[in-house]
């Protein structure tokens, strides 16, 4: 408690003890070391009779005494740390450092070394090591003085960071299984002012600060993860960090990443959740401005892509696009637009490829995306205008025209084989789901039973699907329309795919009431858990006051998500470590990670 006092030549309670041990007159050594240890003000000894009087004991007289001195000096060391020439003012805090550290332990007086500390922009070696191998210390150190041990140490900056990546995800996760079901409300309605202002964006900004070896080891982290496990919401957590100090006007990283002025502009789509034509232009600026040698900044730009909210931007962009094209009856090869959004959308799904790869290059444009595929859903939009015309017109009028109930199959191909054509044909789904247009709906379904890498059965696609099939909640009276979606669709990845289960039942919970028994107790049998599975299942008249176990947990039960290791601890020998150049026109390397204790850490290889 009196670390440090022996040192400054103050006596403490050890010297009050042995000065009683060898004293023959105790009291009057009481009174001997209360004079010479006292407030040294020879006013003060004719008035602390006062106190006496009315009880209030020495020690709180003296306490309140130090606390008043102690907030005193607290302002004196911030106002010193603000005025003057640097030079001179960081020499004064210096010399103050160093007289007062040896009381760093006195609980006390540690907020007064810990302010000296803060306010250094460069704390001395020596005294970073005896703060770092010190719990208590560390812990009760300012966030300025963690970022000079942190960037010296990426192990332990790794373990601060690694609690807040998962958090991240679990969030994520959580808010696609959320049992909310809305149109209005999910996964992408938050504005992305709003996400950044999320505990995990906020508290990493604020460790990150202005030190761009920090923000650097951030991105080393989250390109290292998203490499191994290709989640894709450590692309969101890479363009919300950006962002996040862009509006702090944290200049110092702002002007050497060199996606910063992409990202501003991507964002600014993302708020509008449209790629008009002046932002598409800028966009593809940037791009084109790719000079030879710095191909490298393609593969920072691709992960910013990759981010599920750019993804779904340009691809409700994409089918808005293609609808103005058949008003205009224009093919999509003859738009200049559409065409940059694919660029992008194609650049953004590459994301991992590039990464893996590290050949940074733009993935080349399949030619039948554009001459065959997208003309085809065209088609698909002119069929329900068509079908839609037909039944308003009079009865005299109308033709026998029956709504097409079959597929092309080169439109199945396209889909299990081509990613592109995938995602802008899931997108086309969701759109039409949104417009309550159950004939189109029925039309496309069986195929989306096979699809590229499964991306009819991920999360984000079930989770905008089950939201939109909200809208036709009347139709899950119809035993037709109950099973070409259970049926059809959505139970044919069960039990093999468990957070399809889990969507189905996010679905029942809000519907279960319009669909008829004897459907529903089929459903129950066909979603009961398996051995294997972590998802507890309840379908029945009451909407269950409980969710899934699994969906507040971070758990690997299918091997869909596999656990990020620790980011303070060096990945697997096959995984790739990748940092931010120190330029705008610099490139992705390959660094190592140092290796750390085996002892140290929970995932410790």
Same mark, same amino acid.
């Given at each position: 408690m009196f670390a440090g006092l022996q040192d400054l030549g103050v006596a403490n309670g050890e010297d009050l003890k042995e000065?009683?041990?060898?004293?023959?007159?105790?009291?009057?050594?009481?009174?001997?070391?209360?004079?010479?240890?006292?407030?040294?003000?020879?006013?003060?000894?004719?008035?602390?009779?006062?106190?006496?009087?009315?009880?209030?004991?020495?020690?709180?007289?003296?306490?309140?005494?130090?606390?008043?001195?102690?907030?005193?000096?607290?302002?004196?060391?911030?106002?010193?740390?603000?005025?003057?020439?640097?030079?001179?003012?960081?020499?004064?805090?210096?010399?103050?450092?160093?007289?007062?550290?040896?009381?760093?332990?006195?609980?006390?007086?540690?907020?007064v070394v810990m302010c000296v500390m803060k306010h250094l922009p460069k704390v001395p070696e020596k005294k970073?090591?005896?703060?770092?191998?010190?719990?208590?210390?560390?812990?009760?150190?300012?966030?300025?003085?963690?970022?000079?041990?942190w960037q010296d140490n990426q192990a332990l900056f790794g373990d601060e960071v690694s609690p807040l990546l998962k958090q991240y995800i679990l969030e994520k996760e959580s808010a696609l299984f959320s049992t909310e079901l809305s149109v209005l409300h999910n996964f992408f309605s938050p504005s992305p002012k709003?996400?950044?202002?999320?505990?995990?964006?906020?508290?990493?900004?604020?460790?990150?600060?202005?030190?761009?070896?920090?923000?650097?080891?951030?991105?080393?982290?989250?390109?290292?993860?998203?490499?191994?496990?290709?989640?894709?919401?450590?692309?969101?957590?890479?363009?919300?960090?950006?962002?996040?100090?862009?509006?702090?006007?944290?200049?110092?990283?702002?002007?050497?990443?060199?996606?910063?002025?992409?990202?501003?502009c991507l964002d600014a789509c993302i708020r509008e959740r449209f790629v008009d034509s002046k932002r598409a232009r800028e966009l593809q600026g940037f791009l084109d401005g790719v000079k030879k040698g710095q191909e490298q900044v393609l593969g920072d730009l691709s992960m910013i892509l990759c981010d599920p909210f750019a993804i779904n931007t340009l691809s409700l962009s994409t089918v808005r696009h293609l609808q103005e094209l058949v008003g205009q009856e224009t093919l999509p090869r003859d738009s200049p637009d559409l065409l940059l959004l694919l660029r992008l959308l194609a650049l953004g799904q590459g994301a991992w490829d590039m990464i893996d790869s590290q050949v940074f290059k733009e993935p080349k444009m399949e030619v039948e995306l554009i001459t065959r595929f997208l003309p085809m859903l065209m088609s698909f939009v002119v069929d329900d $205008?068509?079908?839609?015309?037909?039944?308003? /017109?009079? +009865?005299? #009028?109308? *033709?026998?025209?029956?709504?097409?109930?079959? %597929?092309?199959?080169?439109?199945?191909?396209?889909?299990?084989?081509?990613?592109?054509?995938?995602?802008?044909?899931?997108?086309?789904?969701?759109?039409?789901?949104?417009?309550?247009?159950?004939?189109?709906?029925?039309?496309?379904?069986?195929?989306?039973?096979?699809?590229?890498?499964?991306?009819?059965?991920?999360?984000?696609?079930? $989770?905008?699907?089950?939201?939109?099939?909200? /809208?036709? +909640?009347? #139709?899950? *009276?119809?035993?037709?329309?109950?099973?070409? %979606?259970?049926?059809?669709?959505?139970?044919?990845?069960?039990?093999?795919?468990?957070?399809?289960?889990?969507?189905?039942?996010?679905?029942?919970?809000?519907?279960?009431?319009?669909?008829?028994?004897?459907?529903?107790?089929a459903l129950r049998k066909a979603l009961e858990p398996t051995g294997q599975s972590g998802v507890a299942v309840w379908v029945g008249p009451v909407a269950p006051s409980y969710w899934p176990a699994s969906s507040s947990t971070w758990k690997v039960s299918s091997g869909q998500h596999p656990s990020p290791f620790f980011p303070g601890e060096c990945p697997p020998a096959r995984w790739r470590v990748y940092s931010l150049p120190r330029s705008r026109a610099g490139g992705w390397k390959e660094e190592s990670c140092p290796r750390r204790p085996s002892s140290s850490g929970p995932n410790a290889h």
């Open positions: 000065t009683l041990t060898n004293c023959t007159e105790p009291l009057k050594a009481i009174e001997q070391f209360q004079t010479e240890n006292g407030v040294l003000l020879p006013s003060l000894q004719s008035a602390l009779p006062f106190l006496d009087l009315h009880g209030t004991p020495r020690l709180e007289f003296h306490q309140s005494v130090f606390d008043e001195l102690r907030d005193k000096l607290l302002e004196r060391v911030s106002a010193i740390a603000s005025e003057g020439k640097a030079e001179e003012r960081y020499k004064k805090l210096e010399d103050l450092l160093e007289k007062s550290f040896s009381l760093v332990k006195m609980p006390s007086l540690q907020p970073l090591k005896l703060v770092m191998a010190d719990k208590e210390l560390y812990r009760a150190c300012a966030v300025e003085v963690k970022r000079q041990i709003a996400r950044r202002q999320g505990e995990v964006v906020q508290k990493l900004t604020q460790m990150v600060g202005k030190n761009v070896k920090l923000y650097d080891m951030v991105l080393q982290f989250l390109r290292t993860l998203f490499l191994r496990t290709r989640n894709v919401h450590y692309c969101t957590l890479r363009a919300e960090l950006l962002m996040s100090l862009h509006e702090l006007d944290v200049g110092d990283i702002c002007s050497v990443d060199p996606c910063h002025k992409f990202t501003w $205008h068509t079908f839609n015309v037909d039944q308003k /017109l009079p +009865a005299e #009028e109308k *033709a026998p025209v029956t709504y097409p109930n079959t %597929l092309p199959e080169s439109f199945t191909k396209f889909l299990q084989e081509q990613r592109m054509a995938c995602e802008v044909g899931l997108y086309y789904v969701l759109h039409i789901t949104k417009q309550r247009n159950k004939n189109a709906l029925l039309r496309l379904l069986p195929g989306l039973v096979e699809t590229f890498g499964d991306l009819a059965f991920g999360d984000i696609f079930l $989770h905008l699907l089950m939201g939109n099939l909200a /809208l036709l +909640a009347d #139709e899950f *009276a119809l035993e037709d329309f109950c099973r070409s %979606l259970f049926d059809g669709f959505l139970l044919t990845a069960s039990p093999r795919k468990e957070n399809v289960q889990r969507h189905v039942l996010r679905l029942l919970i809000h519907l279960h009431h319009r669909v008829a028994p004897s459907k529903l107790e």
